[in-house]
């Protein structure tokens, strides 16, 4: 597995998180994986995560060519899985290996969340040329609408795999009563494409253009942490925001289940795990009508 951040990576999200599931599961099944990452501060170069053996090497334009030095010294594998983020790793032009390109969402706009012009445009263009180099080249994906993207692009072949989730859905959802203050929450990496502060400035406006009474619960980080603790300080929020950072899986259910909405304001994603993790604890989601969330969640439903 071709991955840019591996789980212990400070900038992991849910894309290391389904593909930490898939390659266990074929560890599970007694085979014998590899994952290699682009490093990081304080990473070890390698360490075995559940079973997976997880190498680190270079950064994010130059992780593959450590990859392509690494693999050369390599027996031959049956599968290599290259797995795009905006920036691919050229795995099928260096490995003779049998290829598969795995891909949640084409970025498109998330590179304006990142750079401004003309990087932002430099980086929307390398992605759909990449996409035309990769046509012959079989994709996986999750999302329905990133598969017909795909081929609207040239590419051959697509297959969709649905996302699994591990979260088991409560038997018997308690009736919640809809008083206020409303509770709530929000479960991201705190990344400028996630649009955080869109959540923030919502509970803003349902204090002051509203009246009601509503606090707001963020999980998570990232690197726009201290941008956001500025805004909830600026919208004089501080009293009704809490930023509880990462927390365990078991914390982040009880969480979900607390609270009244899970709001997600993604510029998109590939599908939208929280989605369905929220709906399982008995909490609706508000989400923006973007690629992957509009996928993740069922209008009025």
Known sequence: MLNWRDPQNPLAGGAERVTHAYLQGLVERGHEVTWFANAFDGCNAEESIDGIRVLRAGGKFTSWTKARKWYLEQKPFDLVIDQHHGIPW???VWCPDKCVAYIHEVLGPIWDSFYSWPI???GKWQERLTLRQYCAVQFWTASSYTQDFLKEQGVQSVTQIPYGVDTRSLEVLPEKELDEPLRLI???RLAPNKQVDHVVVALKILQEEHGLEANLKV????QEGGALRQLVDDLGLKDYVEFLGEISE???ERELQEAHFLLHTSVREGWGLNVVEAN???????VYP???LMESTLHRE
Request: proline share 12%.
């Open 90 to 92: 050229y795995a099928p």
């Open 186 to 188: 929000t479960v991201s």
């Open 290 to 292: 973007s690629p992957g």
């Open 250 to 252: 078991a914390e982040k």
């Open 120 to 122: 932002s445009a430099i």
């Open 219 to 222: 999980v998570g980080q990232g």
């Open 280 to 286: 399982a604890m008995g909490t609706p989601a508000i």
